[in-house]
């Protein structure tokens, strides 16, 4: 078996056997193929498509190609994945939410891609929190707080590391094979007994359209599961953010004002719909509703907010972050409102345009090498169906210089579409899937 022999195959259009795909998968994290024949291979797989069959196969090989974890913990491990969103900050409320319910939680994560924020930038916006931990240091953490969000070693998923980084420039990241694939082999390699995907769909999301929306949640479902680890998608809204403020520092924010008591917003409904699947499936509810209220009292209690601090402080962050976050979150030197252009409702918010208008500011980055500023963003964005006014604000921008808030104000005034009358607000949830 050689790669120019599967190459072959599928510039004919057939499809390939699991032995063809597991040998390609480890010859893609040992070298054997050529950064070109990866290119052609993630091409021709974007146009013949793969079999649940092959989808399987091609997981698992990328999976087996690196490091697999094994777990001996008093509790099942368990995990969450966002396809990407805008004020998208759940995995800083719901993974410590899971621990103080009686789950572990070993959440390896991303940082911002395109106009989506990562879990792990935002993590960074606390002053000494390191997020590349060594094995011994993640599973200590994980042992002490019940939860923790890091970055993938080099040793996890490589063939997805070298796969993935030719997609880019060969045109392929839309390929839902490939992108079930590169989602799965990294999160099952962090050996869990459970995992929920929230796939969203809307404006602020990759997914703009509810049909793309089940097509990727049920062929993630489908993969997992014949994988061995028992999954469920939730498919959820971002017609808006999630929460009202987009940018590291400013997420944090929100993530704190949820753990200690005073937001009950959006957020809290999402963390629920996870978390109650997730510890239904896993057995330490009876069921999924009752696993949601497990977590909106966990959160409620404070108990959440204490296993968050836990990780925070094993990560290198402070002791007393919970207790007094406000000092320790750095702030923009610009801070000003944009005012809404007109009086009348809010009718749409193009998330995406704000995501990127946050990346411009400095909150993301524009190629990989770029420094992210944790301090700049946008808060207080309007709630689709809002009534705003001529003096009102549509939202605050958070800058380091005029001219870069000047031109995010103007980004936002895009972005929001106000009309004369009242919208209806979709559902949050929208559906489960699997």
């Known amino acids: 078996m050689d790669a120019r022999a599967i190459l072959s195959k599928l510039r004919h259009r057939r499809s390939l056997n699991r032995e063809e795909l597991v ?33 399987v196969a091609l997981t698992l090989a990328m999976r087996d190609s690196g490091r697999v974890f094994d777990w001996d913990l008093n509790g099942p491990v368990l995990d969450k994945h966002s396809t990407g969103g805008v004020g998208d900050c759940v995995s800083l409320v719901l993974a410590p939410a899971l621990a103080a319910c009686g789950a572990y939680v070993p959440m390896i994560s991303g940082r911002g891609l395109g106009h ?51 997609r880019d420039v060969s045109s392929t990241v839309d390929s839902l094979d490939l992108i079930t694939a590169s989602i799965l082999s990294k999160k099952l ?7 929920v995907l929230d796939v969203k769909v809307g404006s602020g999301a990759f997914m703009k359209d509810l049909a793309q929306a089940q097509a990727l949640a049920t062929a993630l479902t489908k993969t997992a599961n014949a994988s061995g680890c028992r999954t469920t998608a939730v498919i959820s809204d971002m017609s808006q953010p999630l929460v009202p403020s987009l940018g590291n520092a400013l997420e944090v924010a929100e993530v704190m004002r949820v753990l200690t008591g005073h937001n009950k917003g959006p957020i809290v409904s999402v963390c629920a719909a996870l978390g109650g699947v997730l510890l239904a499936n896993a057995g330490l509810a009876g069921d999924v509703q009752v696993g949601a209220d497990m977590i909106v009292q966990a959160i409620r209690s404070g108990r959440a907010a204490e296993r968050f601090g836990v990780m925070i402080a094993a990560m290198g962050g402070p002791a007393k972050f919970v207790e007094n976050w406000t000092r320790f979150l750095p702030e923009a030197t610009i801070i000003g409102e944009v005012p809404a252009p007109k009086t009348g409702y809010v009718t749409a ?74 919208v209806a607000v979709p559902d949050l949830i929208v559906e489960r899937v699997g």
Request: charge should be negative.
């Open 23 to 55: 040998w390609f998968a480890m010859a893609l994290a040992d070298g054997r193929v050529s950064d070109a024949q990866a290119g052609a291979f993630a091409m021709g797989v974007c146009q013949v498509g793969l079999s649940d069959v092959g989808r």
């Open 116 to 166: 989506t924020g990562g879990t792990l930038d935002k993590l960074e916006a606390i002053p000494g929190v390191n997020t590349t931990l060594d094995e011994a240091q993640f599973r200590a953490v994980v042992a002490e707080a019940g939860c923790a969000i890091v970055s993938a070693t080099d040793g996890i998923a490589p063939a997805d590391k070298r796969l993935y980084a030719v």
């Open 189 to 195: 390699a962090a050996g869990l007994d459970g995992l």
């Open 349 to 422: 918010i193009d998330g995406e345009a704000l995501g990127l208008a946050v990346v411009a500011l400095g909150g993301g980055r524009a190629v990989e090498t770029d420094q992210i500023n944790p301090a700049v963003g946008i808060s207080d964005v309007v709630r689709l169906g809002a009534k705003v006014s001529s003096k009102g604000p549509l939202a605050v921008v958070h800058a380091a210089r005029a001219g870069d808030a000047e031109r995010a104000a103007q980004a936002v005034r895009g972005a929001i579409t106000i009309g004369p009358k009242p």
